[in-house]
């Protein structure tokens, strides 16, 4: 298996658009996770599914941020509209089950400019 | 917000020496995790620890847990330059809610 997926590694965008971040997670693995990393917050967790199913989303920052995972194999995080202050790098995790061992993509650094 | 918390914040030692960090969580949990995180990588799994376990090893590392204290610490024995990273220890809260939260990391440096 590849791992986990995420779509590229930078995504440079501009302040008021639309942002989508893409994962494919580890086949046969029914969790997963989207993380936001700074230096000033640390590893955030964002949203967890469980089965396709968003299980917490209490992490979200606000309104503008969505995720979806219409699939076992595919997962979105959107940002609409984007704001500098969204400048992360941004991961995908997935686990065989809730919390055990979650493999970890490598991450998509995204500059709002 | 985040349920476990590493100490110290930064570690410099040399090649050879142990290094020890620790985490802080605060709720009840069903297993803790550590990870290590290279410079612009992904983090990657190190050991997991289960609430009934109080100790583990895993090659050079040793992993201990305490939940009366809701710690743990992680040791690292006779440390390389490689072991350079970042290490975070993660954590679910209890029960059936398998959220996996991180804390903010000790940078460990290993001087050769």
């Known amino acids: 298996d590849a791992g986990v997926i995420q779509s590229s590694r930078h995504e440079v965008t501009e302040m008021g658009q639309e942002v989508t971040l893409r994962c494919k997670p580890i086949?046969?693995?029914?969790?997963l996770f989207w993380y936001r990393q700074t230096m000033m917050r640390g590893l955030e967790l964002l949203i967890y599914?469980?089965?396709?199913?968003?299980?917490?989303d209490s992490g979200m920052p606000e309104d503008r941020f969505s995720a979806k995972m219409p699939n076992a194999s595919f997962s979105t995080l959107k940002i609409q509209p984007s704001e500098p202050r969204d400048s992360a790098v941004y991961f995908c995790?997935?686990?065989?089950?809730?919390?055990?061992?979650?493999?970890f993509g490598q991450g998509t650094r995204l500059t709002v400019v | 917000s985040q349920q476990g918390e590493e100490d110290p914040q930064a570690l410099s030692i040399q090649e050879g020496e142990n290094a020890t960090m620790n985490c802080s969580y605060k709720?009840?949990?069903?297993?803790l995790q550590w990870y290590r995180q290279n410079s612009g990588r992904g983090l990657v799994h190190l050991i997991l620890?289960?609430?009934?376990?109080r100790e583990k090893h895993s090659g050079r590392l040793r992993v201990t847990l305490d939940t009366s204290k809701k710690s743990s610490s992680l040791l690292i024995t006779a440390s390389r330059a490689a072991d350079t990273a970042s290490y975070f220890c993660?954590?679910?809260?209890?029960?059936?809610?398998?959220?996996?939260?991180f804390g903010k990391g000790t940078l460990l440096t290993v001087n050769p």
């Open positions: 620890i289960r609430s009934n376990e």
């Open positions: 709720t009840s949990i069903n297993n």
């Open positions: 086949s046969g693995h029914n969790s």
């Open positions: 993660a954590t679910d809260a209890g029960g059936s809610n398998y959220k996996l939260t």
């Open positions: 995790a997935s686990s065989l089950y809730g919390n055990t061992e979650a493999f």
């Open positions: 599914f469980n089965n396709n199913v968003p299980i917490d």
